[in-house]
């Protein structure tokens, strides 16, 4: 469903508090069929195309004799963890229905009537306050948190995972749904340690702008020292070097030496 539809579905049946956040809901399709359908009330918005997938389901639970197959599959993978997963990871990722439906052997239909229902991100990939709001609730800011790890569901981690990296392959190594041979390839195209030294680089440059390298806590402190440590270390010479350097030794003299205990980066005890 679009947003437009969205407004107008959630506005039929919620009262006006809540029809406002209801467009944050990637399962409104499937609470307002069954709405509806408990009621006994008559469907208030015509369905086109896949969107009719929730018409479809709110006469199948009506009447069981009208619900069709793939529609009742995806009530079941609905409520199998590890088949919901999958499937918000790819669909949160804008794969094609085809492929999903390939790789993880179920009915392109039941997919479809998945997403519709339960997942709602395909039609709604602009929408990036809606997108965040499922993926990043409580903002990116979290990942810089002491514990953040520890207090985070695996299932949300692997959603960030497939929503930041964009990446299917790494989403299917993550998963456990990869054989051995892609497995290989896939850890083959990360082992990279210029790679990772640049993504922990770009952390750390990323927390100093946001004003968060003097905080002494967890991945925070953590990033500072990396990149201070990378700082005395000599580099090879990269493409842009100059002015990258420039920046670290600004904010090292700056942000981080007044704020420094004493002899908390030195090579030996005070």
Not at 20 to 33: E, F, I, N, S, V
Not at 63 to 91: K, R
Not at 151 to 175: F, G, I, V
Not at 225 to 232: A, D, F, G, I, T
Request: neutral net charge; contains cysteine.
């Amino acid at each position: 469903m679009d947003s437009l539809l969205v407004k107008q579905l959630a506005n039929s049946f919620l009262k006006s508090e809540d029809a406002a956040l209801a467009k944050y809901h990637p399962d409104l399709g499937w609470k307002a069929a069954k709405h509806f359908a408990t009621r006994k009330e008559k469907f208030p918005l015509p369905m086109m195309g896949h969107d009719a997938k929730i018409f479809n389901t709110y006469m199948g639970l009506c009447n069981p004799f009208y619900l069709h197959d793939n529609i009742d599959l995806a009530i079941n993978l609905s409520d199998c963890p590890t088949s919901s997963l999958a499937l918000n990871c790819f669909l949160i990722q804008n794969q094609p229905y085809k492929w999903i439906a390939e790789y993880l052997n179920i009915p392109e239909e039941s997919v479809i009537a998945y997403e519709k229902l339960f997942f709602n991100v395909i039609d709604r990939q602009g929408d990036k306050l809606y997108l965040a709001q499922i993926v990043y609730d409580k903002g990116r800011m979290e990942e810089l948190m002491p514990g953040y790890f520890e207090n985070t569901s695996l299932r949300k981690l692997a959603l960030r995972a497939a929503y930041t990296t964009k990446d299917r392959d790494l989403t299917c190594y993550l998963l456990g749904t990869s054989n051995a041979k892609e497995t290989k390839a896939t850890l083959a195209k990360y082992q990279s340690q210029d790679l990772l030294e640049s993504h922990i680089t770009g952390a750390a440059l990323s927390a100093t702008k946001a004003g968060l390298m003097n905080q002494n806590v967890g991945s925070i402190a953590m990033m500072r020292e990396l990149s201070v440590s990378s700082k005395r270390k000599p580099q090879k010479p990269a493409q842009h070097s100059d002015h990258i350097a420039a920046f670290v030794e600004k904010q090292w003299l700056e942000t981080i030496e007044p704020h420094s205990g004493v002899g908390e980066f030195s090579d030996t005890p005070a």
